[in-house]
C-alpha cells in the first residue's frame, strides 16, 4: 500500500497530511522557531500515532514513498532580517543606487549589506586582477561579510564573473576553513535586468545558510530512519526537488503556493473557469486566483516590492488571521497586521495574551465552542475573551460589548473582501474556495459582500497547504534568453537546456527519457507579455524578431503518485441530521440578536450526497464552518463541503 506525506510548516503551526492508500490521515503541531527540525520530527510523531494507535514514527519513515516539504524559513527569513551579513561586489562604473528604485529595497539593502560594497575592474590584466580582488574580498570580509555576491553586469558578465571565480579560486580555494561562500549572478539566473539580477543573486545568498543547515538536518532524520526515498522539497513554482537541488530563493512563499496547488487541482476537477482562493489563517489571509485551470503568476515576481528573476505565482497576503490584533488607534478600530501569533495567542487561548482578536469574537458569539477547539486539544476562556475585547475595543471607542463585537466582525471581514475585490476579475461570476483554520468560519459572509453564490470547503481545509503540496511532481524549469531569434538559436537553446535537465534529472534519480518536457517561448509584445508553447518542429513563430525579452522556457517533469480524486457523480442524498445544537448570537440588522440554537453537524458523520440549510454550524477537528440563513450545504464525493446560496 502506497504512502505519500506532505507537510507544510507555517509561521505558527506545521501541518502534515498522510495518504495511506485510500485513507488521509492529518496532523498539526506548534512551529519551533528555534529549531525546524524540532516541529518537523514532531509532527511525524503525532502523524504516525494516529495511523498506528501510537508514536512510530520508524515505522512511518519506513513505509513512507515519497515526503513533499514546504517551510516559510525563507519568507521569515527576510521579514525579519535575520541571515548573513553580505557582501556585494559590483563591476567597476556601476551605480549601487540603481539597484534601490523602492523603499522597500533600500531598507533591505541596508539589512543585508550596508556599506559592503566593492567594485572591480575585470579587464585588467590577471596579474592584477588578482591583487585587486584580493584586496576587495580581504576588505569585504574584515567589515563583517560572511557570504559574497558577484554581479558585474553588462553583455560580458558570463565570461566576466567567470574569470572572477577562476581567480578567487586560486586564492581562497574551497577547501581552506576560511574560504568566504561566493555567489556568482550568472550561475542563477541570466535575467538581463542588472537590478533584477541582483537582487535574486542577494535574496538567494541571504536565505542560503539557514534553509541549508534546516534542509540537511531533517533530511539525516528520514536517512537515519532509513527512509526509501529522499526528502522532497516544494517550491515556489509548483514543483518539488531534492534538497541539494533546491534553489533557495525557490523556498520563498512555498506554502501559500502549495495551496494555490490544491486549489488548481480542484478547480479542474470541478470544471470551474474561475476560483477564488482565501487562506486564513493565524496571522495572514493569502489571496489568489485559478483561471482557467492555471494558478496566475507573475513572470517577474515580486518579494515584497522587490522584483527578482524568477516567476511567482500572484498571492496577496494580508496582514489579518484569527490571531491579528485590533486596537483603537486616533478614534477608529484597526485590525492588523500585528499578531499575537500561537504564543501567547488570543486572550481566550490562556497563555498570557492581552490583545483582542477575531477569534476571541467568535468564541463570545457563540460559533467557537470552547472545549471542542482544536479537536478539544486548547480550552478557551470567554472571560479572558471578554475582559480583552472591552479593554482594548469598548472602552476606547466608549461602547458596548455586544456593539464592540458586531463592528470588529464588520471590519474583519470588510478587510478581506476589499483585497479579494480588487482581483482583477468579475468574481461574483466565481466559485469562494476557503481554506486556513479560519477561512470557513467567514467565507459566507465574504461572499456575500462580493456578490459570490458558491463556496467550496475542502475536506482538508485544515491542512489545504500540505495537502496541495501533494499534487506536485519531481520536476526543473529552466529559463534562457533567445538571442538569435531563429530556428538554429532556438535549436541552441533548448539543447543547453536540455543538457541541464538531464544532469539535474539525473541528481534526483531518473533518466531523462522518464521524464515529460514542456517548452514554451515567452516574449513581450506591444507592452504585453505573451506566451506560446512550441511544437515538435521547433519553428519560431511569426512576429518574434520584432518581440522584446525573448525567452525559451523548458519544464522537466518526472510525475510521482498524488491523493485520487473521485468523480462528484452524487445523485443526491437525504438530509443531515444532528441531534446537536449551537447556541450562537446573530446578527439582526445591526444589533446581536439574543443566543439561539442552531443544528451543529459534525462533518466526521457527514456522508456523500447529505445536505442541509442555514442557519447551521458545520464543525470539523480543525475547522468551523457557519452556514448563514439563505446558504445551504451539500456533501459530495471527496466530502468537501459545497455552500450555495440560495435567494
Not at 551579513?85 to 534601490?100: F, H
Request: with cysteine; glycine share 10%.
Amino acid at each position: 500500500m502506497s504512502m505519500l506525506i506532505s507537510i507544510d510548516n507555517g509561521g505558527t503551526l506545521t501541518d502534515a497530511c498522510v495518504i495511506y492508500g485510500a485513507k488521509v490521515f492529518r496532523a498539526k503541531t506548534l512551529t519551533t522557531p528555534h529549531d525546524l527540525t524540532q516541529c518537523f520530527v514532531q509532527v511525524l510523531k503525532d502523524v504516525s500515532e494516529r495511523i498506528y494507535g501510537e508514536p512510530r514514527m520508524d515505522s512511518l519513515l519506513e513505509e513512507v514513498d515519497y515526503i513533499r516539504y514546504s517551510t516559510t524559513q525563507g519568507t521569515n527569513a527576510v521579514v525579519q532580517r535575520k541571515g548573513p551579513r553580505l557582501g556585494l561586489i559590483l563591476r567597476k562604473g556601476q551605480k549601487v543606487k540603481a539597484l534601490v528604485r523602492n523603499k522597500d529595497e533600500g531598507d533591505l539593502l541596508e539589512a543585508m549589506v550596508g556599506e559592503r560594497v566593492a567594485f572591480v575592474d575585470p579587464s585588467q590584466s590577471e596579474e592584477k586582477l588578482e591583487t585587486s580582488l584580493t584586496q576587495v574580498i580581504n576588505d569585504l570580509m574584515a567589515a563583517g561579510a560572511n557570504r559574497l555576491v558577484v554581479s558585474l553586469g553588462g553583455d560580458t558578465l558570463v565570461a566576466d564573473e567567470g574569470k572572477i571565480k577562476r581567480v578567487a579560486l586560486v586564492r581562497y580555494p574551497r577547501h581552506l576553513l576560511g574560504a568566504v561562500p561566493m555567489l556568482y549572478s550568472h550561475q542563477l539566473s541570466d535575467d538581463g535586468d542588472d537590478a533584477r539580477r541582483t537582487w535574486s543573486s542577494l535574496i538567494n545568498a541571504f536565505l542560503h545558510p539557514a534553509m541549508e543547515r534546516f534542509l540537511y538536518n531533517a533530511e539525516n532524520v528520514l536517512r537515519e530512519a532509513r527512509a526509501r526515498n529522499p526528502l522532497l522539497i516544494f517550491c515556489n513554482d509548483g514543483t518539488s526537488s531534492r534538497v541539494a537541488k533546491t534553489v533557495a530563493l525557490k523556498t520563498w512563499g512555498s506554502g501559500p503556493r502549495g495551496g494555490m496547488e490544491g486549489a488548481r487541482t480542484l478547480a479542474q476537477h470541478y470544471n470551474k473557469t474561475t476560483v477564488l482562493t482565501m487562506d486564513i489563517g493565524g496571522t495572514t489571509t493569502d489571496i489568489g486566483m485559478v483561471d482557467r485551470g492555471s494558478v496566475r503568476e507573475q513572470r517577474w515576481g515580486s518579494l515584497e516590492d522587490i522584483q527578482i528573476s524568477f516567476p511567482l505565482c500572484e498571492i496577496d497576503s494580508l496582514g489579518v488571521g484569527g490571531s491579528s490584533i485590533f486596537k483603537v488607534v486616533k478614534g477608529k478600530l484597526q485590525v492588523g497586521p500585528e499578531s499575537v501569533g500561537g504564543a501567547p495567542g488570543p486572550a481566550c487561548f490562556g497563555y498570557g495574551g492581552k490583545e483582542a482578536t477575531i477569534t476571541d469574537v467568535n468564541l463570545l458569539l457563540g460559533i467557537l465552542d470552547g472545549d471542542s477547539y482544536f479537536g478539544g486539544t486548547i480550552k478557551l476562556d470567554p472571560a479572558r475573551a471578554k475582559a480583552a475585547i472591552e479593554e482594548n475595543v469598548a472602552k476606547p471607542l466608549k461602547i458596548s460589548l455586544d456593539e464592540a463585537l458586531v463592528r470588529m466582525e464588520a471590519a474583519y471581514i470588510e478587510k478581506i473582501s476589499n483585497a479579494m475585490a480588487s482581483m482583477g476579475a468579475d468574481v461574483s461570476s466565481a466559485a469562494l474556495l476557503a481554506y486556513g483554520g479560519a477561512g470557513p468560519m467567514t467565507a459566507c459572509k465574504v461572499a456575500e459582500k462580493l456578490g459570490i453564490k458558491e463556496i467550496i470547503v475542502p475536506r482538508m481545509a485544515a491542512v489545504f497547504s500540505a495537502f496541495g503540496i501533494g499534487f506536485s511532481d519531481i520536476a526543473h524549469n529552466y529559463d534562457a534568453a533567445l538571442t538569435q531569434a531563429d530556428e538554429g538559436g532556438l535549436r541552441d537553446v533548448i539543447a543547453r537546456l536540455s543538457k541541464r535537465a538531464e544532469r539535474d534529472m539525473f541528481a534526483e534519480g531518473f533518466d531523462l527519457s522518464e521524464c515529460s518536457i514542456d517548452k514554451t517561448l515567452t516574449f513581450t509584445q506591444n507592452g504585453e507579455q505573451a506566451a506560446r508553447r512550441l511544437n515538435g518542429d521547433l519553428s519560431v513563430p511569426d512576429g518574434i524578431k520584432q518581440a522584446q525579452d525573448v525567452r525559451v522556457q523548458l519544464r522537466a517533469t518526472r510525475a510521482i503518485p498524488h491523493f485520487a480524486l473521485k468523480q462528484n457523480d452524487t445523485k443526491g442524498g437525504k438530509s443531515a441530521s444532528t441531534k446537536q445544537k449551537r447556541s450562537v448570537r446573530l446578527l439582526e440588522g445591526k444589533t446581536l440578536a439574543p443566543a439561539k440554537a442552531l443544528p451543529l453537524y459534525l462533518h466526521s458523520e457527514l456522508v456523500p450526497g447529505n445536505s442541509g440549510s442555514g442557519p447551521a454550524v458545520v464543525e470539523e477537528e480543525y475547522f468551523t464552518c457557519v452556514v448563514p440563513d439563505g446558504w445551504s450545504f451539500s456533501v459530495n464525493e471527496n466530502y468537501d463541503l459545497v455552500l450555495t446560496q440560495s435567494n
